[in-house]
């Protein structure tokens, strides 16, 4: 223990109070940040390049967090001083603990929702490419999962790809401002020290500060909304789950054998388990979000240990929405529609309006058709492929219109990819000049 100074190490504050097992999780992200505090202290000429490079060696130098401390800063520094001597123990001038776990969530949440907005749009193109090939697939289309009237298997997973790309906007969007960094904001009120925050800032890769001390170093609201992010994406997942339990069990698709699982007792059977987890997962999620609206709400201005038990919420979220698209484009790439007679009633509506567009009101139409659909009697002048070559509506499954959907989905995930791409280069360029500021201290040593 280093910060401890009430009561002994044996006492239940110690074990109860410890974050040693979340912050396993930020163990790279609180070096990068303490790396940038002591260049920051070096830069502004407080301490020398040989102390500054001594002290940067030792954070390379530590690899994991032992035993019997609070948390990973704790013994950190703790590690460094006894690596360095006493001058490792400059580290804690114009530094808080809260300011740098602050800047670590940051760093973090930054990466996994890098990655979660990659592979989101790998599954959307799974998912256009399949479309494509899926044009002329027809699938039923329901309405309070009832048959209500033909589409395409093609134009079903089109609908998925725009909810997806709507997600995909809603994490970009929050995750400029999740890239804001809070280093050098202190405990709450900043310091004396003349912190240049901004080049700390531009050190990591973050696009600006938070201004406010107080936000900076105790506001998680950036955070809380990139799991609320989540548990959208995750809802929009979980219903193409339900789908996918559904159409299995009513043979309309052949779910891949590596995501179905036999019975103990029943060896037909091919359960759809990986979107029966899927579904929990997303309750969970919710849950997550629950918890960390639970524990945020009451809590007062500035810093609260409560803080750190919201942490594990975080990667537990991201983890879970990572796997859920791995799996989900593992399916959608193997996925098999199975020839299905559909019911002819599916084309009543097409039928009243054929009739309607001969001068009938559509009113009188509809009745004449659901008199004859009721009585069992209904016939329709045209079959499945016809009533969808014969959508006008933009959206629609007609396969001309449906192409060209695609193509502007396409375009847009080029868009998406361009933009991902130059946030990600402007990052790396950035964290760069910390690199060569690093490598130039650790010269000589």
Do not use: C
């Not at 001594?54 to 001083?81: Q, R």
């Not at 405990?187 to 912190?195: D, E, H, L, P, R």
């Amino acid at each position: 223990m280093l910060y401890r100074k009430w009561g002994s190490s044996e006492d239940e504050v110690v074990s109860f109070t410890s974050s040693i097992d979340s912050d396993k999780e930020i163990i790279e992200e609180v070096k990068l940040t303490m790396k940038a505090h002591v260049i920051e202290l070096y830069l502004n000429k407080i301490i020398s390049k040989e102390i500054a490079g001594k002290i940067i060696s030792a954070i390379n130098d530590f690899k994991e967090i032992p035993s019997g401390y609070e948390d990973v800063h704790e013994a950190l520094e703790d590690y460094i001083i006894k690596k360095v001597g006493e001058e490792g123990g400059w580290i804690g001038l114009g530094r808080s603990r809260n300011d740098h776990v602050a800047t670590a969530l940051r760093l973090k949440a930054r990466e996994e929702l890098l990655s979660i907005l990659d592979e989101i749009i790998k599954l959307r193109e799974v998912l256009l490419n399949k479309a494509e090939q899926s044009l002329d697939v027809i699938f039923p289309a329901f309405t309070h999962l009832q048959p209500a009237q033909p589409t395409t298997f093609g134009h079903y997973l089109s609908y998925i790809e725009e909810e997806l790309y709507s997600a995909w906007e809603i994490i970009f969007s929050n995750l400029k401002l999740v890239n804001r960094s809070p280093l050098g904001s202190g405990a709450i009120a900043g310091s004396t020290v003349n912190i240049n925050r901004e080049r700390e800032a531009e050190m990591l890769g973050f696009d600006d500060i938070i201004t406010n001390t107080i936000s900076a170093s105790s506001s998680r609201i950036d955070l809380i909304s990139s799991v609320s992010d989540m548990v959208i994406l995750s809802l929009i997942l979980s219903r193409i789950a339900e789908d996918m339990v559904i159409f299995s069990s009513m043979k309309l698709v052949k779910l891949p054998d590596n995501q179905v699982s036999t019975s103990s007792l029943m060896p037909q059977k091919r359960n759809p388990v990986t979107m029966e987890i899927m579904r929990a997962k997303a309750g969970e999620l919710i849950g997550f979000f629950t918890s960390l609206s639970s524990i945020y709400k009451g809590l007062p201005s500035g810093y609260d240990l409560d803080m750190q038990e919201m942490n594990k919420y975080y990667w537990y979220s991201f983890d879970y929405v990572k796997n859920s698209l791995s799996v989900m484009k593992s399916l959608f790439e193997n996925i098999e529609v199975l020839p299905s007679a559909l019911d002819n009633s599916m084309l009543a509506t097409d039928e009243a309006e054929s009739i309607s567009l001969q001068g009938i009101p559509y009113r009188k139409a509809y009745f004449e058709v659901s008199s004859k659909v009721m009585k069992g009697t209904f016939t329709p002048s045209i079959n499945f492929k016809e009533s969808i070559n014969l959508k006008k509506t933009e959206g629609s499954p007609n396969p001309e219109i449906l192409k060209n959907d695609i193509k502007k989905a396409k375009d847009r995930i080029e868009e998406n990819k361009m933009r991902l791409n130059e946030f990600k280069t402007k990052i790396s360029n950035k964290i760069s000049q910390l690199k060569a500021i690093e490598n130039d201290l650790q010269e000589g040593l």
